[in-house]
């Protein structure tokens, strides 16, 4: 009976791992495809993106159940349990991501025929890529249980801030000189917002990954 709990528990947590991958995989795609849905103009790309939502969400449910399922049934205790309450902790983060994903397709079908006199539009690509590349290696971290993957991460947030911060000043200069591109200029803002948001909630799940690989969370070098 033992032998079967444990089989039983090992089958349901490689489950649990492999819906954790299957999101991630969606969410990043989703930024790439906001992205450029964004610099291309795409509608339909854009579309898509805001529909393809849907499914991380459904993702997203079938983890906390599976999450739910796991502790009524098995019991898990400190390592174990610590595993799944990471797992459903970031599966709450990755929705989260996709959420901003879908901003950035809503906001690149608000912006128009105007995307081709903003200088950001050549950052905004850039910083998309940081972030992406983000959330890949998180949940690189995440699947092979590497702390040190996960502090690499966490360091890589200030690539994306600072990113966030030469867009920010831009785009400030440019709806001062330009008045009437205001609308378009502040939805390009909401795009830079939403991708360091992203670079925010990837560092959070490195965090978890440290935590859920050591017992403890990454130690802040600055603090």
Do not use: C
């Amino acid at each position: 009976m033992q032998e079967h709990t444990v089989k039983a528990f090992d089958e349901d947590i490689t489950r649990l791992r492999g819906l954790i991958a299957e999101m991630g995989g969606l969410a990043e795609v989703a930024i790439q495809q906001s992205l450029d849905a964004l610099v291309r103009g795409d509608d339909d790309l854009a579309k898509k993106v805001v529909k393809g939502d849907k499914k991380i969400d459904a993702l997203e449910s079938e983890i906390d159940k599976l999450a739910v399922r796991i502790i009524a049934l098995r019991a898990p205790m400190a390592d174990d349990l610590r595993e799944v309450i990471a797992a459903l902790k970031i599966a709450g983060v990755v929705e989260r991501i996709g959420d901003y994903s879908k901003n950035i397709a809503k906001a690149s079908r608000e912006i128009g025929d105007n995307r081709k006199k903003f200088e950001p539009l050549t950052l905004l690509p850039a910083m998309a890529e940081v972030a992406s590349e983000m959330v890949h290696d998180v949940l690189t971290a995440y699947a092979a249980r590497d702390p040190e993957l996960a502090k690499e991460v966490i360091l890589a947030d200030e690539k994306v801030d600072a990113f966030y911060n030469s867009i920010f000043r831009n785009l400030v200069s440019h709806m001062v000189e330009n008045p009437s591109m205001i609308s378009s200029a502040a939805q390009l803002l909401f795009v830079a917002r939403n991708l360091e948001r992203i670079g925010d909630h990837a560092t959070n799940v490195a965090e978890m990954v440290h935590f859920a690989a050591t017992g403890q969370y990454p130690v802040d070098e600055d603090g």
